[in-house]
């Protein structure tokens, strides 16, 4: 999946740097470098823009105030050399915030969480029509609903589905990104190398865990993002 994307800042250098970390990353496209909001506005009418490199603090629009005016809004890493807008910059639902000079790993991180995010997205009509799949367990293949998966667990050599009710787990030997690029995106979502759980069963978030009933999960930063994001556009 290639993922088209936007530079907009006031400076040169800042300009310079964030193409030259594009053009590293291979599923990456850009579509335009724009030295202010008003230049990058027409790219947005004219083009499916996926992600956008905004700054925040730029000469008479501020990138928190040109999201704003965007009806259709794509996802968003704020670049800026102030840390005082994280808070704001967040509350927009940020995939995140980085601060320059910015240093290549944290570009990666982040880059990296946004593709994450911006696939499930884009799988969001992926078996939509279906609320059903079909496994393989043992030397059968068995149907399990959406609505009776709990959550997944991935082991080293196999896949534990969870279920609701009384119902023992079913074990197969599908790997879990198996079942992340499978399972839609509507219904469920990936929080841990080690688990992807059912959205309608979530029942509470916090910083670092999830709880689906009496059932008490971690949540790591890496799927953080991208689930607090999931949840935002809920709300």
Known sequence: MKINCLIIDDEPWALDLMEDFIQKIPYLKLVARCE???AARPYFEQDDIDLIFLDIRMPDLSGIQFLKTLSKKPSVIFVTAYNEFAVEGFEMDAI??????????????????????????????????????????????QKIFYEDIIYLEGLKDYTRIHLS????PVVTLQ????????LPATNFIRIHRS?????????????????????????????????????????
Not at 103 to 113: M, N, Q
Not at 215 to 225: A, V
């Open 195 to 235: 688990y992807i759980v059912s959205l309608r069963k979530l029942d509470t978030v916090s910083r670092k865990t999830v709880f689906l009933g009496e059932t008490e999960l971690p949540c790591s930063e890496h799927y953080r993002g991208i689930l607090y994001n999931l949840i935002g556009e809920k709300l």
């Open 36 to 38: 202010g909001p008003m």
């Open 175 to 182: 790997s879990l990104k198996y079942f992340e690029s499978r």
């Open 96 to 141: 995140d915030y980085l601060l320059k000079p910015v240093p290549f790993d944290r570009f990666v991180a982040a880059v990296s969480k946004a593709y994450e995010y911006i696939s499930y997205r884009k799988n969001r009509n992926v078996n939509a029509n279906d609320d059903f799949i079909f496994i393989k367990t043992s030397h059968k293949i």
């Open 165 to 168: 009710g009384s119902r023992k």
